[in-house]
């Protein structure tokens, strides 16, 4: 733990002890399965909606680095 960082409130640590549980493979899988879903539909010519799925892609792969964060480095 940094010098100086606030505690956690037990709302956080909760939330961090139930998600740790989720293997990493999920979240890269959830991101190349909504690139997937983003390249079907841009073939289909749903360019909006391709182009809506197709970011979920990034915030996937950064709650996969957060996951992976609080497994190995734990919480407060």
Do not use: R
């Not at 539909?41 to 996969?64: E, I, S």
């Amino acid at each position: 733990m940094a010098l100086n960082t606030p505690n956690e409130g037990t709302a956080t640590k909760a939330i961090e002890e139930q998600t740790s549980k989720i293997p990493s493979v999920v979240f890269l899988g959830a991101a190349v399965a909504a690139m997937g879903v983003s390249l079907t539909l841009k073939c289909l010519g749903k360019d909006k909606n391709a182009l809506f799925v197709g970011q979920w892609a990034a915030p996937f792969l950064l709650l996969g680095i957060y996951n992976k964060i609080v497994k190995t480095e734990g919480h407060d």
